[in-house]
Antibody, heavy 122, light 106 residues
């Protein structure tokens, strides 16, 4: 059974960098045919895709966040990470990591982490 | 950017059929997935590639995609189906989610 678990600070100051990691168990993140995504949900709002990374290390981002976001992958730790800089209160959200069971990705997010609440506040 | 539209809410009586629509330009040229989310939980995939059900999803969940509209149908709706439902597709290298539909089972 594949499991994903987010970890990282729950409070980030404005203008600083939000950093989260997603540990994957029950399968290798370097396995073919899977992409690994970050998705967020602002309070009381819908889902927003942030970006994904493939086992090659190549990442793709939501154009609206592209200038501030970076996703990386560490095969030796079987985890992938999110970095979002210059955060504002608008970045306050629950951040989910998820597996897309397709490559090229068509959006089959079949496994999700439980979500990490991140609040941006001074 | 590509936009998906969903009705904000749908109400259904137990045992009846709930129909949730998702509209987007030439949506049938793309694959659509559907996710169920209950309060305090992560989303759960219920339909992928327009009409495929993941293992463990009841047969009462079905999907279709034609023209500009994808549809999630919940037959014989049960109280446990009370949740938010999001459609999702892929456009120009990005995943796009609809705004969500609150399904209330009265």
């Amino acid at each position: 059974q594949v499991r994903l678990q987010e970890s990282g600070p729950g409070l980030v100051k404005p203008s600083q960098t939000l950093s989260l990691s997603c540990s994957v168990s029950g399968g290798s993140i370097t396995q073919v045919d899977y992409c690994w995504s970050w998705i967020r949900q602002s309070p009381g709002k819908g889902l927003e895709w942030i970006g994904y990374i493939y086992r090659s290390g190549i990442a793709y981002y939501n154009p609206s966040l592209k200038s501030r976001v970076s996703i990386s992958l560490d095969g030796s730790k079987n985890q992938f990470s999110l970095s979002l800089n210059s955060v504002t209160a608008a970045d306050t959200a629950i951040y989910f990591c998820a597996r897309d069971n397709s490559y090229p990705p068509v959006g089959i997010f079949d496994y999700w982490g439980q979500g990490a609440q991140v609040t941006v506040s001074s | 950017s590509y936009d998906l539209t969903q009705p904000p809410s749908v109400s259904v009586s137990p045992g009846q059929t709930a129909t949730i629509t998702c509209s987007g330009d030439k949506l049938d040229n793309k694959y659509t997935s559907w996710y169920q989310q209950k309060p305090g939980q992560s989303p759960m995939l219920v339909i992928f590639r327009d009409n495929k059900r993941p293992s463990g999803i009841p047969e009462r969940f079905s999907g279709s995609n034609s023209g500009n509209t994808a549809t999630l149908t919940i037959s014989e709706t049960q109280p446990m189906d009370d949740a938010d439902y999001y459609c999702q597709t892929w456009d120009s290298g990005s995943a796009v989610f609809g705004p969500g539909t609150k399904v209330t089972v009265l």
